[in-house]
């Protein structure tokens, strides 16, 4: 298992890889600046999803970027 420190690293370079290193240091502001109730904001923030069709969405994502 990762410790704290490396899953912070993976999830900012992630963030980086995704938004660019700008747009990533927005986000991270704005999670600060809002205060981010990461429960409320997965309970309504998302669209309604079965964890099967999240998976199925997730599967075809990642299959469309390796073709690119």
Request: aromatic residues 6%.
């Amino acid at each position: 298992m990762r410790t704290d420190a490396e899953i912070r690293m993976a999830g900012m370079q992630a963030l980086i890889n995704t938004l660019g290193l700008v747009e990533a240091e927005c986000f991270m502001m704005s999670v600060s600046r809002d205060r981010l109730n990461y429960t409320e904001w997965r309970r309504h923030g998302l669209p309604e999803m079965s964890l099967d069709a999240l998976a199925q969405a997730a599967n075809r994502y990642a299959d469309k970027l390796n073709v690119q």
